[in-house]
Each structure stands twice: as C-alpha cells, then as structure tokens.
C-alpha cells in the first residue's frame, strides 16, 4: 500500500511521523492499542512521541483511516479494517477477532431518540478462556 497517497485521499498530510505510524498500522489488517504501535515505532527505532502516536491515531480515525474501537472505559483498540463489522474481544488473552457484519443479524431496535437516525451499529462479544 502507499501510504502517503492513502493518507491524501482522506485528507490527512502525510508527514514523517504520520507515514511511520501509517507503516506499522496499516500494513495488514490487525488491532493495535496506541502503545502497542508506539513500541513496533520504537523497535524499529524511530524517536516519535508517545502524544505523537496519539495525535495521529485520533487524526487517522477522524480521517476514516482506522476505526476505534472501544473495549472498555481503560482500553481503545485501533483497526485498520474500516468497512463496517463486528468484534470478538477474548478477555483472557486480549485477542482482536474480526466477525463479518453480514454474520450477526440484529432484527429489532428499540425506538431512537427524537431527531435521530440509525448511523452503524458495531456487535462487540466478549469470549472467555474454557
């Protein structure tokens, strides 16, 4: 993938340090914390700050570029796979899995506030160790 023309179509500058997290984030399909890509950054042996990492990963999700997925109110996953689906979260191990969008059917909302419209709905199971 190329990185710097990924970054342009959304909008976004391709600056050192966005094209060095974009190298670790966005190679392959995958689940990544902002300190998890923080240390691939560092063992790779770039000098980027940790509110660096974190600045760009906010950019990047306003940007369309990854979506955030929250596991819980001490834990943000970023995912490089922006088309819509869902998510296992293995408690025990802290394992990402992807769960196609078309395999959990939901049939029945509840009545939405005054005003509002459905925009996604994002499944997240969490599975523990037998």
């Known amino acids: ?4 023309k990924h ?4 909008g976004i ?10 190298s670790i984030l966005l190679v392959k399909p995958q689940h990544l914390s902002a300190d998890q890509v923080l240390n691939l950054l560092r063992e790779q042996g770039s ?5 660096t990492v974190y600045n760009t990963l ?9 979506r955030e997925l929250n596991i819980d109110s001490a834990k943000t996953i970023f995912d490089s796979t922006t088309i819509p689906h869902h ?11 992807d769960i196609p969008k078309n ?3 939901i049939d029945k909302f509840p009545n939405l506030p005054a005003g509002t ?3 996604d709905v994002e499944v997240l199971i969490k599975v523990r160790q037998e």
């Open 1 to 4: 993938m190329n990185f710097y």
């Open 7 to 10: 970054l342009r179509k959304h």
């Open 103 to 105: 395999q959990v059917i």
């Open 58 to 66: 906010n950019l990047f999700k306003k940007g369309g570029v990854v």
């Open 87 to 97: 998510h296992f979260y293995n408690v025990d191990t802290g394992e990402v899995i």
């Open 13 to 22: 500058s391709p600056t050192k340090q966005r094209l060095e997290v974009a």
């Open 47 to 51: 000098k980027i700050s940790k509110a």
């Open 117 to 119: 419209y459905t925009d």
